[in-house]
């Protein structure tokens, strides 16, 4: 019995590369066609199946694995897990700018309690620093 070991998982992973490369995307396949993956995992069965898995198979990175694929047993709340909800970078700039409002509006308001507080006029303090302002030493600035 184990004198056959050897050719049983040959014939199996010459079965497993098969399946395996004949349901791959032609366009996800690397090296080679998908046709001479073939070709080569029939003439040189563990060879071209040891190739097939290290060289010609599509690289399972968390990139390359399509959004909402789980495992088959992957339950709802494992499914949740696995793909954590990203939020948008749209919702992220909406939340700086807001951010970046509500500082800005906090900075004038301190700057105005200072002025009133030290007896000083609204141009005789510091001015807010905002980034559609003049740039220093240019010709719009009227200090320089």
């Known amino acids: 019995m184990i004198r056959f070991l050897p050719l049983l998982v040959e014939v199996g992973l010459l079965v497993y590369c098969l399946i ?11 090296r080679l066609p998908k046709g001479g993956w073939i070709v080569l995992i029939i003439l040189l069965p ?7 898995l290290m060289a ?3 690289a399972q990175t968390p990139e390359s694995a399509a959004p909402g694929r789980s495992t088959p047993t992957a339950g709802p709340r494992q499914r949740e897990r696995m793909s954590p909800a990203r939020p948008l970078e749209s919702d992220i700039d909406a939340r700086l700018r807001a951010e970046q409002d509500r500082i800005d509006r906090e900075f004038e308001q301190a700057v105005r309690r200072w002025q009133q507080e030290s ?3 609204p141009g005789d303090g510091p001015k807010p620093v905002r980034g559609d302002g003049p740039l220093p030493g240019s010709s719009d600035n009227p200090a320089a």
């Open 20 to 30: 395996d490369c004949a349901r791959t995307d032609p366009a996800e396949v690397r």
């Open 46 to 52: 563990l060879i071209g199946g040891m190739a097939w």
């Open 56 to 58: 010609g198979r599509p």
């Open 119 to 121: 007896g000083k006029g």
